[in-house]
């Protein structure tokens, strides 16, 4: 897991000062570290009876749909307010200074499914729950939140852990 964590490029101070910036692009353009990451995640979950990957907007997208396509699975967005074109559900979040909302098509999932939802990181577990919420919403099971970092300093992890579900991540940052 190191060969991935010194390929994810930290940018101090963005987007405002006292952040430390998690850069996966850095990551994402290194084919050997894309395909070694992604490689990680499908061994993981090719036997978890997965029906569907949700990713959320927008470096959920870039990993989840590229794993959904290699478990041979299809791929659903989920997305910040008004930019879903038919029915949606929505789950409104913290955010450090005000609040945020999240989207799902309605009909994106059907009661029962065993659902993946993959994000690029967790900081303070609000987005990573409010996906999960969307999720269960709709009556799919999240078989697992997956994520490439945890920040642990923030303790997101367990905030979503304790609303009963299952976090995943391949790499961790001390440190916000
Ligand atoms: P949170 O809801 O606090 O867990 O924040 C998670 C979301 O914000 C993810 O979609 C991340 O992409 C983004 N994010 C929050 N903090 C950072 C950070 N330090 N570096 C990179 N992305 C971050």
Redesign the pocket.
């Known amino acids: 897991m190191e060969s991935i964590k010194s390929k994810i490029r930290t940018v101090p101070n963005w987007p405002k000062e006292g ?6 692009t850095t990551l994402l353009k290194d084919k050997e570290g894309f395909n070694f990451m992604i490689d990680k995640l499908v061994e993981r979950y090719k036997n978890m009876d997965i029906d569907v990957v949700a990713g ?1 907007e927008s ?2 997208f870039i990993l989840g749909s590229v794993l959904a396509h290699r478990l041979n699975l299809g791929f659903v967005p989920i997305r910040k307010k008004g930019k879903l074109p038919a029915e949606t559900v929505s789950e409104e ?1 913290e ?2 200074y005000g609040k945020d909302v999240i989207e799902i098509h309605k009909d994106a999932i059907s009661e029962g499914q065993n659902v993946l939802l993959m ?12 996906a999960c919420n969307l999720i269960k919403k709709l009556g799919g099971n999240v078989v697992e939140c997956s994520l490439i ?1 945890d ?1 642990p300093t ?1 303790k ?1 992890r367990k905030k979503v852990e304790d609303a009963g579900y299952k976090v995943f991540n391949l790499v961790e ?1 001390e440190g ?1």
Do not use: H, W
């Open positions: 952040i430390m910036f998690r850069d996966i959320i470096r959920g979040y955010l450090e994000d690029d990181l967790i900081a303070t577990g609000g987005t990573s729950l409010a970092v920040l923030l997101g940052f916000e």
